[in-house]
């Protein structure tokens, strides 16, 4: 037996080298990265023919023991020897970074021996070697005990060598993209070998270009040639600190790069320099149920919680209270700390909650605690591996940064590059700060080898350690770690030759880490794939739980030498991985039969163990094991220890955590464990996969992912027909008209929710039929037939009250408010919210309230109650931004893109509502895209972007076309259309426009609505028909008396018509209405400037048209502050101030010049208003 490492023959059965101290591993089967050498002499034929037999043996004899010496050299392994052909693995059962290096650098080696021992043969015996590179299985065979590989790349690797001429070496693919930078080769393209149904792509290799070992390498160490980088994030936590303004800072970098190390460093200084409470979390890529998981753990570090023992609700609500600055027993203070426990995964009073609403109170909760710690001292969040966080956890956080915006607080965050995939920090007002780290210079590096080495490396050693790292801060550790272990062994640093010729540096990161691993002892060992396959970070309970299943004894002090060797990080209970890539190649080793038993066991613990604090965590863990092994399984066959019934185990596990995320619309958590579960159901018709579609179909419609949700409906519906599963195919239409109504096929949606109803009905299913009949009551409204809408509600709700559902009677409540706010019954609105928002209180359910909240806002606005409407929307848009809810999300970013656009704001309301627009056009909703176009359209035009406004109202025109006839909506386009005539003082176009279209015809021909009629009087005035105005407007304020807008404007018809004290009464109005727009305001006063011209009153009129001048001047609304420069122009005109009203009428032309409108309807108007005689 010889030494992997050395070569050096060492006793059977030695558990270490005599010679250099190198472990001698038990051969066990494991999966690994190998590369095979297939050789086959040549010429041996003829040999054979003209030499004794004995001689032709001892000739070969020779030769492969030369050729054996050239393979161990090189770190290779002789599997076997079969005639003239040898067979050599490089990478088992010890790994070495560069292995397929080190094999094409034997084969060339072995050729060249070939070459040298012509003369003594006397004959020229030449070889064709193949070479291929790959995952094999390694193990020993039970009938021959013999240590070999098997799998497709030795199969390959045979075929090669027979493509290869005597002489040459021939590799695959993988072969030569792992050495082409350190081996010319020669491309013989896809060629066809023996066995082979596909060509196969082959190199030739040729001349070695560098010396052996020149390869990157990586690790973690102290702080060295970051100077820069923390400058820079020191400099923001400053900056943070000292202006009260948020910052968000990314440190992005591949693994390795120091990024940990870094931000480590900055938070000391946090604490040490600026007294900030640090909050730490990591997010993880699987083995963590709770998506908060990151939040939850840094909020635990700040309550100073202990998964697993006992006090934590004791210790929450003191660390709220202090935060709150409250009393421990107030009802903020409580309802905090139970929402921050929720979060952590604790039981308690949100427990007995709708989970979603309850994790909606759960976001607010910390933004509610990062707030009140942040008013006394800076906070610091810092998040690691956010590349790994579910979108919730991303979307909070940029919430935390754009909502808190005048606290200390620094988001620090940590990412590998590929984040940028799917997430991009969101822009606001916060400050933002992205790092990408490089590797290290050189200078950096080798300070950073000399920390880590107890002893100084040679120059050379240094020069090669430096060279090989690539600046990489992790492969600098782990090379020094090796070089560490090998003091340990040989008594000091080996020198260059030494480490050259051991060929133990390693040079790629796998090979770097199977190496590290091979050398641990079989206990360490053990452990450590024990931590592999429970995950990046776990419990350390479980990690014992596994362990013992196996017999393993002394667990603790063998992961005690573990977290010595920096491997593996033991804090807070849990046990994790200092990086998740030694995972990865530490789980990849294990063969597939001993991963799916380690899951089984893991599996079986998680049932029997007791679900208390973390029931909803463990559920999902145990699902996931579950579910590995019944897939791991289902690969390889019959597992000795894995139960027979594990598919069925797993399928179980999957549908009750599937359920339990879709009761807290966890959506994207219910989509994950469905995607499982139906993977392992295969594409076989059942119950289980038919329930397990329309499952995932609903969570991929509450992510608004419709074409995922109708091919899974699809399916169900088929299936479920073929064996009439009725109870199949009410839950499947009762989504599918849910899709429907988003996409706003509203007739589709209808007619689909109806056989839903139809179908509950006959099961007898009053739950379902309730919530059937909700939903096409929504669709009945959406589609302008609020009568209908009211009726399927109100049925829903008299269903709802016999069953006891006080949850589906406040959304009963809270869709019948919706239904009077559309028919501008604003006042019974405001009564049934206040019946929704009591009922959604009453049970707990902060959800609900949100949403009752959210159409309270809109009925405020309504009122013309716009700063309680502003606080109250921007309160549920964040509370919908942190649940996921992109309608929700919409519809109050409409809200307040229509209150900043009232406020004077128009800028701030483009913005916002083009973002709303978007929102909705990412989710396919046309109702809401026009919605918002009303807003967006009138803030782009008085801002001077006619053309895009004009352009917002086209696209809507296309839009509605997909609404049903007689929805409120379809008139929208048309109206704003005319609306921006209007303003533009187009009076003509605006009439021709209301003309043109049927629905707004007839709207007109019933008196139409408040702002159809102010729209329609103000045309009327601009195109010179002021009695008809006059008419229209007095009736519009009849209907509606307080209408602001509807009082400047009829000011105006009145003046033209010499209603001197009418027109004053009407302008004045205004001025006792607190909800009027600045608009408003500055229409009225124009309106009073003329009327006081007319009536002879000079004073009073300059001092109204100045007024109404300020007024507008102090908003960004360009187009009006030329439409006041106008009637300025024509009252001095009118009190025969001539020369002022030149300059004023200069200005107006300027003004209205830049943005492209001549305003002519509004110059007529005001003409005759300030008492100058109609135009024929």
Not at 288 to 309: D, T
Not at 969 to 998: F, K, M, Q, W, Y
Request: proline share 3%; glycine share 10%.
């Amino acid at each position: 037996m010889t030494c992997p490492s050395c070569s050096a023959d060492v006793p059977t059965r030695a558990r270490f080298c005599p010679s250099c101290g190198h472990p001698l591993l038990s051969l066990t089967d494991e999966r690994r990265v190998v590369t095979m050498l297939f050789g086959d002499l040549v010429g041996y034929t003829a040999l054979s023919e003209t030499r004794d037999p004995e001689q032709v043996k001892n000739l070969v004899d020779r030769s492969f023991e030369r050729l054996a010496v050239d393979i161990t050299r090189h770190g290779g392994r002789v599997d076997k020897i079969v005639g003239d052909a040898v067979v050599a693995l490089f990478g088992a059962p010890v790994a070495h970074e560069d292995d397929a290096e080190r094999a094409v650098r034997a084969a060339l080696a072995m050729q060249r021996t070939l070459a040298e021992m012509t003369d003594d043969l006397g004959a020229p015996i030449r070889m064709r070697i193949g070479i291929n590179t790959g995952e094999v299985l390694v193990g020993a065979l039970r009938a021959g005990g013999d240590y070999t590989a098997m799998g497709d790349v030795v199969n390959i690797a045979s075929r090669l060598q027979t493509i290869a001429q005597p002489g040459q070496v021939v590799v695959g693919a993988d072969t030569w993209a792992a050495t082409r930078s350190v081996i010319c080769y020669e491309s013989l393209g896809g060629v066809l070998a023996r066995g082979r149904e596909e060509p196969v792509e082959a190199w030739l290799a040729g001349e070695v270009m560098t010396p052996p070992g020149r390869r990157p390498a990586r690790n973690r160490g102290p702080l060295v040639g970051r100077q820069a980088e923390m400058s820079m994030l020191c400099n923001a936590l400053s900056a943070a600190v000292t202006y009260k303004r948020p910052y968000l800072a990314l440190v992005s970098g591949e693994a390795g790069m120091g990024k940990s190390r870094l931000v480590k460093e900055v938070l000391e200084h946090a604490r040490d320099d600026h007294d900030a409470l640090v909050l730490e979390g990591r997010s993880v890529p699987y083995g963590e149920a709770n998506v908060w998981w990151p939040l939850a753990e840094a909020l635990a570090m700040a309550c100073g919680i202990v998964f697993g023992e006992d006090g934590a609700r004791e210790r929450c609500t003191t660390a709220v209270a202090a935060a709150l600055r409250a009393p421990h027993d107030s009802s903020e203070v409580e309802r905090t700390a139970d929402a921050l426990l929720y979060l952590m995964g604790f039981e308690g009073a949100l427990s007995e909650v709708d989970p979603a609403r309850a994790r909606d109170e759960a976001g607010r909760a910390v933004r509610a605690f990062i707030e009140g710690s942040a008013e006394v001292r800076p906070v610091v969040v810092s998040i690691a591996d956010v590349q790994w966080a579910d979108r919730l956890v991303l979307d909070l956080i940029d919430d935390i940064v754009d909502r808190l915006h005048r606290l200390p607080i620094v988001v620090l965050l940590t990412a590998r590059p590929e984040v940028g995939e799917t997430w991009q920090p969101r822009p606001g007002r916060h400050n933002l700060v992205v790092l990408n780290l490089d590797p290290l210079q050189d200078a950096a590096a080798g300070e950073m080898l000399s920390a880590l080495l107890e002893a100084e490396p040679s120059e050379d050693v240094r020069d090669l350690l430096i060279e090989r790292s690539g600046g990489n801060p992790f492969f600098i550790e782990e090379l020094a770690a090796l070089l560490s272990e090998a003091a340990a062994v040989g008594g000091q640093l080996p020198s260059l030759a030494d480490l050259r010729g051991a060929a133990t540096l390693p040079a790629t990161l796998r090979g770097l880490v199977a190496a590290r691993l091979d050398v641990l002892p079989a206990n360490e060992r053990s452990i450590l794939e024990d931590a592999a396959v429970l995950g990046r970070r776990g419990p350390v309970v479980a990690l014992e739980a596994l362990a013992e299943t196996r017999g393993a004894t002394a667990v603790s002090s063998t992961l005690d030498s573990l977290v010595a060797r920096d491997i593996l990080a033991v804090d807070n209970g849990s046990v994790g991985f200092g990086s998740d890539l030694v995972r990865e190649v530490t789980y990849g080793i294990l063969t597939k039969a001993e991963r799916a038993r380690r899951h089984a066991s893991l599996a079986s613990w998680l049932t029997t163990r007791s679900a208390s604090e973390r029931s909803d965590e463990l559920l999902e863990e145990l699902a996931r094991h579950a579910s590995l092994a019944a897939e791991l399984t289902a690969e390889v066959g019959h597992v000795r220890g894995v139960p027979d019934d594990i598919r069925e185990q797993a399928v179980a596990a999957l549908e009750l955590a599937a359920t339990r995320a879709d009761e807290r619309e966890s959506h994207l958590a219910s989509v994950r464990l469905y995607d499982q579960q139906l993977r392992l159901l295969g594409t076989e018709p059942g119950s289980h996969r038919r329930h397990s579609l329309v499952g995932r179909a609903r969570a991929h419609t509450a992510l608004r992912h419709h074409d995922l949700a109708r091919a899974d409906l699809e399916q169900a519906l088929v299936e479920a027909r073929e064996v009439e599963d009725e109870l199949v195919v009410a839950r499947a239409l009762t989504v599918l008209g849910d899709v429907e109504q988003n996409e706003g096929d509203l007739g589709a949606s209808m007619a689909t929710l109806e056989q839903a109803v139809t179908l509950w009905r006959q099961l007898g299913d009053r739950r379902g039929e309730a919530a059937a009949l909700r939903r096409q009551g929504m669709t009945s409204l959406f589609a302008g037939d609020p009568d209908a809408a009211e009726d399927a509600i109100g049925e829903a709700l008299v269903a709802f009250q016999a069953i006891g559902a006080r949850k589906g009677i406040a959304w009963a409540n809270q869709n019948l408010a919706w239904i009077a706010f559309t028919r501008g019954d604003i006042a019974l609105a405001d009564e049934r919210l206040d019946a929704a928002i009591a009922l959604f209180g009453d049970i707990g359910d902060w959800g609900g309230l949100g949403w009752a909240r959210g159409l309270q806002a809109y009925v405020r606005f309504a009122q013309g109650g716009a700063p309680e409407a502003e606080r109250i929307a921007t309160r549920v848009l964040d509370e919908a931004g942190e649940r996921g809810d992109p309608f929700g999300v919409a519809m109050m970013t409409v809200l307040l893109g229509s209150i900043r656009l009232w406020q004077g704001h128009a800028e701030e309301a483009v913005v916002l509502a083009g973002r709303a627009q978007e929102r909705f056009a990412e989710i396919g909703d046309v109702w809401g895209q026009c919605r918002a176009v009303g807003p967006l359209s009138r803030a782009l035009l008085v801002t001077g972007r006619r053309a895009e406004a004009e352009a917002a109202v086209f696209v809507a025109q296309r839009l509605v076309e997909r609404l049903p006839e007689g929805s409120d909506e379809r008139i929208v386009p048309s109206l704003l259309a005319a609306e921006l005539a209007v303003h533009c003082g187009e009076g003509d176009s605006a009439l021709e426009l209301l003309g043109a279209s049927s629905d707004l015809r007839s709207a007109v021909g019933a008196g139409g609505d408040r702002e159809l009629a102010h729209v329609l009087g103000t045309a009327l005035l601009q195109a010179g028909r002021f009695d008809d105005a006059a008419a229209v407007l007095g009736r519009g304020l009849s209907r509606h008396p307080g209408r602001p807008a509807m009082h400047g404007v009829n000011a105006l018809a009145l003046a033209t018509l010499g209603r001197v004290d009418e027109a004053r009464d009407s302008a004045t109005a205004v001025e006792g209405i607190e909800w009027a727009t600045y608009l408003d305001r500055v229409i009225a006063l124009i309106g009073l400037a003329c009327t006081e011209t007319r009536a002879g009153e000079t004073a009073r009129a300059l001092e109204a048209i100045e007024r109404a001048a300020s007024i507008a001047d102090a908003t960004d609304d360009i187009l009006t502050g030329g439409i006041v420069a106008l009637a300025r122009s024509r009252v001095l005109e009118a009190v025969g101030a001539d020369a002022g009203a030149d300059v004023a009428l200069a200005d107006a032309d300027a003004r209205l010049a830049r943005i492209g409108i001549d305003a002519a309807g509004w110059d007529d108007l005001f003409r005759v208003a300030a008492g100058a005689p109609a135009v024929a």
